[in-house]
Nanobody, 120 residues
């Protein structure tokens, strides 16, 4: 069931930045680890990043490490993905998932995704 809402996607130039948001409206997100995933049609879904419930632990795929930063603002019930130095290969639909209790746990809620397109 869809209980998260992603926003912030759009068109960016190579080298540019976007910040994605993942918001929960019907439950308290701070009790969950939250992961970001992306998918391109015809390709397998890729795990991009994840943040622990406390925010003390973060994880990144090798393809985005050093360029993307995940963070959370539990007061706003929102998790962010700051994407810098964007590349055309970052083009995908980005989804967030709430997982309990850890990043490697099964998803409990997810969103419908937001499109990110990196092109000149």
């Amino acid at each position: 069931q869809v209980q998260l809402v992603e926003s912030g996607g759009g068109l960016a130039q190579p080298g540019g930045s976007l910040r994605l948001s993942c918001a929960a409206s019907r439950f308290t997100l701070d009790n969950y680890a939250v992961g970001w995933f992306r998918q391109v049609p015809g390709k397998e879904r890729e795990g991009v990043s994840c943040i622990s419930r406390s925010g003390g632990s973060t994880y990144y795929s090798d393809s985005v490490k050093g360029r993307f930063t995940i963070s959370r603002d539990n007061a706003k019930n929102t998790v962010y993905l700051q994407m810098n130095s964007l590349k055309p290969e970052d083009t995908a639909v980005y989804y967030c998932e709430a997982r309990h209790p850890r990043c490697d746990s099964s998803p409990k809620a997810w969103g419908q995704g937001t499109q990110v397109t990196v092109s000149s």
